[in-house]
């Protein structure tokens, strides 16, 4: 048999039945997309920071230094210090206050804003990635850094330095991310002079050892030992410190994106097997056929294989672009996250994924193709369509007997146990939809109300903070005068924190104290109650793991020589980048350290006011000596429902072109009886009712399978997602779903299968009796 | 009185694009009366099961007027044409056409049962036929286990569970062997004399000699004669 009568069959099969390689290509498209999408943004998830920290090279440490302390020459040779591998720097920096008006709220916001002067964003070290306009060249000019916290100012925008004599103005021309954080701001080096900056600069470093704590350490040593003394100032900052902050906000999201790309992978099999198992058997006579004529099986299995692959390697090419486009936003929101500029989808995860997927559709496709190829001629053409003997009469009947339904119904309810099979792949791949579908809007529920709790955007969305140090006993008074006469304010408590060492831990515990009670300030309860007394305290997740105590324990709690034994009263849903917390009263933190002051106030504002206003209008009542900042829900959230809500859609997608399949199958396959229905007086609606509601009787079970199914995935997964990010999880995060919820979700299953069915089955409907009549 | 059937200048062409396509029903103009059994002769694609499908209401002409029991036919919905069947058609085809998943009871029953009638109604009428015809004794029976001319009874009491005025047979012995074939024939004969109004399709002059009272000659999709015929049931 020559290849090319084999290509030749093919492709008249194909171009024969567009409808069917239509959605073998739509099948693939929507799978090789989800699957695309979820491996991408899992793998994204696992190592966004590393792959932008290599691509930009960061810096794997950033000093200050006092120029007047010591000299260009001394600092150069720091950059040839051994197993220093880069340097950039030295860049000057000045700290000024600041006015900025943002868009949509009235006012302007008084901040300190440190600027670090550079004339390029590229480099051997911290490569900044530019998302927005143009770099500084000239005084008068401001490159905003983009950052998890950074305030949303745009290219346009002007910034006023309050601080210095004239109050110049700066316009933002640009927006840049730097992978490690390095500044808040950059300007030409020209404008930091013209500022009259005080001196400092910065050093950026990356070292030939950087991949561990000690490694670090020795490195910041050596560069310490190179200096003069009292040059460095502050602390040197690492880039292990920012890894670890990022990778414990995504880390949770792992889980749940797994969970749909391996829901996205189930489906797309089933559908895949689905396909072509119905499309061989639908070309069953025409197989016979070429049989007959002289084709070898071995040339029919592949002529058939390549007739699903065709429209296969289409569909999966298309789902791979489709996946990298939508990755895109979802990536962009991970890259803002994690303050890495731009995230790409991996260039592997996009040639490997729709290969996979083509060999999944070949293998699914080659299967019912040998059965089609040992399959006498004889047989083939006999046996091609007609549903196999026996299976399903016994449903007809039985349906038929029930009283008041009609009968239209009843036939369609039955026409699934015709092909067990079949019906067996479709039902799986709606009970998957049904279950994405479930699971989804619970994890979108639980992800909303985890993204309130934590960011205390709902309950404290304002605070009120020196830049350095505690606030001074005149701030205080101030601050309180300030909010009393400020419209708008509902609450507000002073917070005090502090970190305390405990004997037995590797980091210091950090400490939340307010003077009085703290329920309103929006942080939530796993277990116990809130602390009433000075000897009585609620702790996060991560510090029980860490001390091994539970709620009802008591623990000593050391600072310096003076020792406090504390009952644990509740658990706090609080995630810190995996760091213990305690929630204290400022009595029992005063009897532990003594004479600390109040870091900040928490404010919490009435129904319906705008909390950037009431920010802006706050800080000009207070001055530019403190900080006045809003409380907003942290990116990574967003970027987490948005595709918690892209990946449902595609699965629900997958799901109804499963039905789709199965439907057009059934109407092929009886395409005659359907002739023969309208023949005897069943109407177009009558029709319409029975093609849909042979698929709807698949969804109903499919819908009521999946709600147990996603409750209990749910119920299992954000737990597991809790403790990726060091933490239980409240109930409210587990408890979403309300019974309306339920009864709209019972019916999803439902609606995807009548959505895959209604366009057959008004084709079907629509069609001329004596057309129907005339097909085989 | 005006005649069950009336077709006037009734055309169908199936490629309504291309202005040279042939005409499947050419200008066809007839009338069948209450009562009466005619059979519509012809040779392979003369169109004379076009013409049927277009007095059922299973096609459009593309020019024309079909009319049934004063029902203009051609210019019906789809949803009104599946009605107008219900009440006014039976239809026995070649191949039986029987739902192979359904027993012959339920076969029987369906017509009756997507018109909407009572169950218990239809129920009485399904068996009431099956007496009839001589096959009650297979209702429980599925179609694959019937003979041709079993087969053909069942079809023939679907086409009847509705009471229709019209009973259309398409080439109703075509597929049965010669015993089997009288038989049907026989049974459309006594339906006939019982008043039902029938038109046969065949292309079996004999048979439409003994069991129609006219019989319409139809040539490349006209009507070629339209003559009287036998009616006498015995073979010559």
Request: aromatic letters at 4%; hydrophobic letters at 50%; proline letters at 6%.
């Amino acid at each position: 048999m020559r290849p090319a009568a084999t290509v030749r069959a093919a492709w008249h099969g194909l171009t024969g039945r567009p409808l069917q390689a239509i959605i073998i290509g739509l099948v693939a498209l929507a799978s090789t997309a989800a699957s695309a999408l979820a491996l991408g943004m899992a793998v994204e998830a696992n190592a966004p920071f590393d792959h932008a920290f290599a691509r930009d090279r960061g810096a794997q440490v950033a000093i200050t230094v006092d120029t007047a302390r010591t000299t260009p020459a001394r600092l150069a040779a720091t950059t040839r210090l051994p197993g220093v591998t880069a340097a950039a720097g030295p860049f000057p920096l000045t700290e000024v206050s600041t006015a900025i008006t943002l868009a949509g709220a009235a006012g302007a916001l008084q901040q300190q804003v440190v600027l670090t002067g550079r004339a390029a964003p590229g480099g051997p070290v911290d490569d900044l990635a530019l998302d927005a306009g143009r770099w500084a060249t000239t005084t008068g000019q401001v490159v905003w850094a983009r950052t998890r916290t950074s305030l949303p100012v745009t290219v346009g925008q002007t910034i006023t330095v309050t601080s210095v004599p004239g109050s110049p103005r700066l316009t933002v021309v640009g927006v840049a991310t730097s992978v490690t954080g390095t500044a808040q701001a950059w300007v030409a080096p020209a404008e930091i002079t013209a500022l009259h900056g005080p001196g400092v600069a910065e050093m950026l470093y990356r070292f030939a050892s950087a991949g561990t704590t000690t490694a670090m350490a020795a490195d910041i040593s050596s560069i310490r030992a190179a200096l003069p003394a009292g040059a460095l100032v502050g602390t040197p900052q690492s880039y292990l410190t920012v890894k670890q902050q990022a990778a414990a906000q995504v880390a949770p999201f792992t889980p749940f994106i797994v969970a749909f790309g391996v829901i996205a992978l189930v489906m797309s099999v089933m559908i895949v097997v689905n396909v072509v198992s119905g499309a061989v058997v639908s070309g069953t006579r025409r197989i016979g056929v070429l049989k007959s004529i002289g084709f070898t099986p071995s040339a029919v299995v592949a002529a058939y294989v390549l007739q699903v692959a065709l429209p296969a390697a289409v569909g999966c090419a298309a789902g791979a672009v489709l996946g990298d486009l939508l990755s895109e936003p979802l990536l962009s929101l991970s890259a803002s996250v994690y303050g890495v500029g731009v995230l790409l989808m991996p260039l592997w995860v996009v040639v490997t994924v729709p290969l996979a997927m083509l060999a999944l559709t070949g293998v699914a496709a080659l299967a019912p193709a040998l059965r089609a190829g040992r399959m006498s001629t004889v047989q083939a053409i006999a046996t091609a369509r007609a549903p196999r003997a026996a299976h399903g009469y016994a449903a007809y009947r039985l349906l038929g007997g029930v009283p008041a339904a009609p009968r239209a119904l009843t036939i369609g309810l039955a026409a699934p146990f015709a092909r067990p099979a079949r019906t067996f792949l479709t039902l799986a791949a709606i009970l998957f939809g049904a279950i994405a579908v479930t699971f989804g809007v619970g994890l979108g529920t639980s992800v909303s109300r985890a993204a309130a709790e934590l960011s205390g955007s709902a309950t404290e969305p304002v605070q009120i903070s020196p830049p350095a140090g505690a606030l001074t006993a005149a701030q205080q008074r101030a601050i309180v005068a300030a909010v009393n006469r400020q419209p708008g304010t509902l609450h507000y408590t002073a917070e005090t924190d502090d970190q305390l060492a405990v004997p037995g831990l590797a980091d210091p515990i950090s400490v939340v104290s307010y003077p009085g009670p703290a329920r309103w300030t929006g942080w939530t309860l796993i277990s116990g109650g809130w602390y009433q007394g000075a000897r009585q305290v609620d702790v996060n997740t991560f510090f029980l793991t860490a001390t091994g105590t539970r709620v009802g324990d008591t623990y000593t709690l050391t600072a310096g020589a003076r020792q406090e034994t504390v009952r644990i009263d509740g658990e706090v849903f609080d995630v810190q980048g995996h760091a213990s917390d305690i929630f204290m009263s400022s009595a029992a933190l005063a009897a532990l350290v003594p004479g600390l002051g109040a870091d900040q106030y928490d404010v919490s504002l009435r129904p319906g006011i705008n909390a950037q206003s009431y920010a802006n209008a706050l800080s000009a009542r207070l001055g530019p000596r403190l900080d006045v900042t809003t409380t907003t829900g942290s990116p990574v959230f967003a970027s987490v429902l948005v595709l918690d809500a892209v990946l449902t859609v595609l699965l629900i997608a997958v799901a109804g072109l499963g039905v789709l399949n199965t439907a057009v199958l059934q109407i092929r396959e009886r395409a005659h009886d359907l002739g023969v229905f309208k023949a005897i007086g069943m109407t177009p609606r009558q029709t319409l009712a029975m093609v849909v509601s042979s698929a709807v009787g698949i969804g109903v079970i499919a819908g009521l399978i999946a709600i147990p199914a996603g409750v209990a995935l749910h119920r299992y997964l954000v737990p597991v997602m809790g403790h990726a990010g060091g933490t239980n999880v409240p109930g409210t995060l587990l408890s979403v779903y309300s019974p309306a919820e339920l009864a709209v979700l019972a019916v999803a299953g439902l609606l995807i299968a009548a959505g895959g069915a209604l366009g057959p089955a008004g084709w079907v409907a629509r069609t001329r009796t004596a057309t129907a009549l005339r097909a085989e | 009185m005006s005649p069950l059937v009336q077709l006037e200048h009734v055309t169908k062409k199936y490629d309504n694009l291309r202005v040279d396509a042939a005409a499947a029903v050419d200008d066809v103009s007839a009338a069948v009366a209450e009562g009466e059994a005619v059979a519509v002769m012809g040779p392979s694609g003369s169109g004379k099961s076009t013409l049927l499908n277009l007095i059922a209401a299973l096609d459009r002409p593309t020019g024309g007027t079909v009319r049934v029991a004063d029902v203009r036919v051609d210019s019906l919905s789809e949803t009104g044409a599946a009605r107008f069947r219900r009440r006014h058609i039976g239809m026995i085809f070649q191949f039986f056409n029987l739902l192979e998943d359904m027993t012959v009871a339920d076969n029987v029953l369906l017509p009756a049962q997507l018109g909407g009638q009572s169950r218990r109604r239809a129920r009485a009428r399904a068996t009431e036929l099956l007496d009839r015809l001589q096959i009650s004794r297979y209702a429980d029976t599925y179609p694959a286990r019937l003979s041709g001319g079993e087969r053909q009874r069942v079809a023939i009491a679907r086409a009847l569970v509705n009471e229709p005025p019209l009973l259309l047979a398409d080439e109703p012995t075509g597929a049965l062997d010669t015993a089997n074939g009288e038989a049907i024939g026989a049974l459309l004969l006594e339906l006939n004399a019982a008043g039902q109004t029938l038109i046969l399709v065949t292309h079996n002059p004999d048979l439409a000699q003994r069991y129609a009272h006219r019989v319409i000659q139809i040539v490349d999709g006209r009507v070629a004669d339209d003559s009287p015929a036998g009616l006498t049931g015995a073979r010559p």
